[in-house]
């Protein structure tokens, strides 16, 4: 069985930082890619960042570049997104998501199969 969970969600002044983890388990971890995806109330469901299987290839929307990073522990099986400057309208939940690896990374939700509960991230202003 394969579950997906994330951590490191919380409540945060803007400015301030955050680390998000993604833990998958019941799968061959290192061959799947990782997305991280956010949702707002009222919005659509987001891409934020995503990573090759190989960690060779990473994605980051313009709204969060050179703000976040991803990495990725194929030996712990987790994928950690850094969150810094953190802005009010960074506020979602956000979920982890798998896609079995293929060239590059994507960045649409429906390709990616198995995802967590999500983990909510509040930024003050």
């Known amino acids: 069985q394969v579950q997906v969970v994330e951590s490191g969600g919380g409540l945060v002044q803007a400015g301030g930082s955050l680390r998000l983890s993604c833990a998958a388990s019941?799968?061959?971890?290192?061959?799947?890619?990782i997305g991280w995806f956010r949702q707002a109330p009222g919005k659509e469901r987001e891409i934020v960042s995503a990573?090759?299987?190989?960690?060779?290839?990473?994605y980051y929307a313009d709204s969060v570049k050179g703000r976040f990073t991803i990495s990725r522990d194929n030996v712990q099986n987790t994928v950690d997104l850094q969150m810094n400057s953190l802005k009010p309208e960074d506020t979602a939940v956000y979920y982890c998501?798998?896609?079995?690896?293929?060239?590059?990374?994507?960045?649409?939700?429906?390709?990616?199969?198995?995802w967590g509960q999500g983990t909510q991230v509040t930024v003050s202003s």
């Open positions: 998501a798998t896609r079995y690896g293929s060239v590059g990374v994507s960045t649409t939700s429906w390709e990616y199969r198995y």
């Open positions: 990573i090759s299987w190989t960690g060779t290839f990473t």
């Open positions: 019941g799968l061959s971890f290192s061959s799947y890619d």
